[in-house]
């Protein structure tokens, strides 16, 4: 067999499963589960697998077609999917690799496998507290929801020790005990698809975020909590995302050719806009502000600000918008966008006399901020200018209900 089945360059943490019958035989699949197996694999053919010893040495095995072994780990690496078998041998995910995931309640009536530097999830609904030490008649450190994940550092008596840490920084990571039966080894994934743009954090609850992922990228999902939010993980990144932000179909956005009139894109400036908001998009407890009001049947202008008490959070901005049949043009503090219609695929909207040229125009998109898509996106350069929206880069320049705010 090529050695490219080989995950090769890791050791393997695992021991052989043993077929002694346990005290409380659990079968599933017409064979006894093992505690800790995750899954059972067979080959579709003859194969060869490997594993690396401590002298980095490496001993083969020869497994035949239709042999199963069961299944201890599933991870995600820079080279894809791989499985941690029995006895420390690890196989990267071919076509020549059939996996089946013993089902988690299957595994929970044998108990979860906790290895040190594994991770695991709070799978009781009302979450669990974390105590300073293994009993339950201490005071709590900390409590985490349904769906958070821990790291196991070791396990006493009916108790794992884990590390959690929310995603709000170093000073509240947490180390202490949960009980065994609160938590659970994290399923094996299936494939799902966002539908919109999604920034995501390691925990639900976390502050910090991760990546811009574009709407119709594929992700693998693994398990959903109770307050509607998905772990899912996009190669080597794992972390939460609002589980309507997901989809089992593929998500096709429509491209289109060109925009044929000024109507279909422009803010409505015949209409005044009186905007305020406690809860911005990027920040809580920010009030936000703005008076919008026609000057002329073709031109929109106002200003924009927002506050944190009786401190200016983000700067006071104007903003105009003069419409025609013909062109748009957008007026922001120092910045002019000019757009001329009809405007097609291959042509350039210009930027304070700079031209950049537009890639594609959709008729469809949602930012990753929004569950708001907006209508006939166009792409030119790091600006995408939508239906009464302008956006570039991090900033989101400005909205018919919003404006300005550093991502």
């Given at each position: 067999?090529?050695?490219?089945?080989?995950?090769?360059?890791?050791?393997?943490?695992?021991?052989?499963?043993?077929?002694?019958?346990?005290?409380?035989?659990?079968?599933?699949?017409?064979?006894?589960?093992?505690y800790g197996?995750?899954?059972?694999?067979?080959?579709?053919?003859d194969?060869k697998?490997?594993?690396q010893?401590?002298?980095?040495?490496?001993?083969?095995?020869?497994?035949?077609?239709?042999?199963?072994?069961?299944?201890?780990g599933v991870?995600q690496?820079?080279?894809?999917?791989?499985?941690?078998?029995?006895?420390?041998?690890r196989?990267?995910?071919?076509?020549?690799?059939?996996y089946?995931?013993?089902?988690?309640?299957?595994?929970?009536?044998?108990?979860?496998?906790?290895?040190?530097?594994?991770?695991?999830?709070?799978?009781?609904?009302?979450?669990?507290?974390?105590?300073?030490?293994p009993?339950?008649?201490?005071?709590?450190?900390?409590h985490?929801?349904?769906?958070?994940?821990?790291?196991?550092?070791?396990?006493?008596?009916?108790?794992v020790?884990?590390?959690?840490?929310?995603g709000?920084?170093?000073?509240?990571?947490?180390?202490?005990?949960v009980?065994?039966?609160?938590?659970?080894?994290?399923?094996?994934?299936?494939t799902?698809?966002?539908?919109?743009?999604?920034?995501?954090?390691?925990?639900?609850?976390?502050?910090?975020?991760?990546g811009?992922?574009?709407?119709?990228?594929?992700?693998?999902?693994?398990f959903?909590?109770?307050?509607?939010?998905?772990?899912?993980?996009?190669?080597?990144?794992?972390?939460?995302?609002?589980?309507?932000?997901?989809?089992?179909?593929?998500?096709?956005?429509?491209?289109?050719?060109?925009i044929?009139?000024?109507?279909?894109?422009?803010f409505d400036?015949?209409?005044?806009?009186?905007?305020?908001?406690?809860d911005?998009?990027?920040t809580?407890?920010?009030?936000?502000?703005?008076?919008?009001k026609?000057?002329s049947?073709?031109?929109?202008?106002g200003?924009?600000?927002?506050?944190?008490?009786?401190?200016?959070?983000?700067?006071?901005?104007?903003?105009?918008?003069?419409?025609?049949?013909?062109?748009i043009v957008?007026?922001i503090?120092?910045?002019?966008?000019?757009?001329a219609?009809?405007?097609?695929?291959?042509?350039?909207?210009?930027?304070?006399?700079?031209?950049?040229?537009?890639?594609?125009?959709?008729?469809?998109?949602?930012?990753?901020y929004?569950?708001?898509?907006?209508e006939?996106?166009?792409f030119?350069?790091?600006f995408v200018?939508?239906k009464?929206?302008i956006y570039?880069?991090t900033?989101f320049?400005?909205?018919?209900?919003?404006?300005?705010?550093e991502?």
């Amino acid at each position: 067999m090529k050695k490219w089945l080989l995950s090769l360059t890791i050791a393997g943490s695992c021991f052989f499963a043993t077929d002694a019958l346990a005290k409380e035989a659990v079968v599933w699949d017409g064979a006894e589960v093992d505690y800790g197996q995750v899954g059972k694999m067979t080959f579709s053919k003859d194969v060869k697998v490997y594993k690396q010893n401590t002298d980095e040495t490496f001993t083969s095995l020869v497994v035949k077609k239709g042999n199963f072994f069961r299944v201890y780990g599933v991870e995600q690496t820079s080279i894809g999917k791989v499985y941690t078998m029995s006895g420390g041998y690890r196989v990267q995910a071919t076509d020549l690799v059939i996996y089946r995931e013993v089902p988690l309640s299957i595994q929970q009536q044998l108990g979860t496998s906790f290895t040190k530097g594994s991770n695991i999830f709070v799978s009781s609904k009302g979450g669990v507290a974390i105590k300073p030490e293994p009993r339950i008649d201490v005071d709590s450190i900390g409590h985490t929801k349904h769906g958070a994940i821990l790291q196991v550092i070791g396990t006493e008596g009916d108790y794992v020790k884990v590390m959690y840490d929310p995603g709000q920084g170093s000073d509240y990571v947490v180390e202490g005990y949960v009980p065994k039966n609160f938590v659970s080894a994290i399923p094996t994934a299936t494939t799902q698809y966002l539908t919109e743009e999604v920034r995501f954090g390691k925990q639900i609850e976390a502050t910090s975020h991760m990546g811009n992922y574009p709407r119709g990228q594929k992700v693998s999902t693994y398990f959903t909590t109770v307050s509607g939010y998905t772990y899912i993980s996009i190669g080597n990144v794992f972390g939460f995302v609002k589980t309507t932000s997901l989809s089992n179909d593929k998500v096709i956005d429509k491209p289109l050719q060109k925009i044929d009139v000024s109507a279909n894109i422009a803010f409505d400036t015949t209409k005044e806009i009186n905007y305020g908001t406690s809860d911005s998009p990027a920040t809580s407890g920010v009030t936000t502000s703005g008076l919008y009001k026609p000057v002329s049947p073709n031109s929109l202008e106002g200003t924009i600000y927002s506050t944190d008490g009786d401190v200016e959070f983000f700067k006071k901005s104007m903003f105009q918008a003069n419409v025609t049949d013909k062109e748009i043009v957008y007026k922001i503090d120092d910045m002019t966008i000019k757009l001329a219609f009809p405007v097609k695929v291959g042509d350039a909207i210009e930027v304070n006399g700079k031209k950049y040229k537009i890639e594609k125009i959709l008729e469809t998109y949602t930012p990753h901020y929004s569950t708001s898509t907006v209508e006939n996106a166009i792409f030119a350069g790091d600006f995408v200018i939508g239906k009464e929206y302008i956006y570039q880069g991090t900033q989101f320049y400005w909205h018919a209900w919003y404006h300005y705010v550093e991502l």
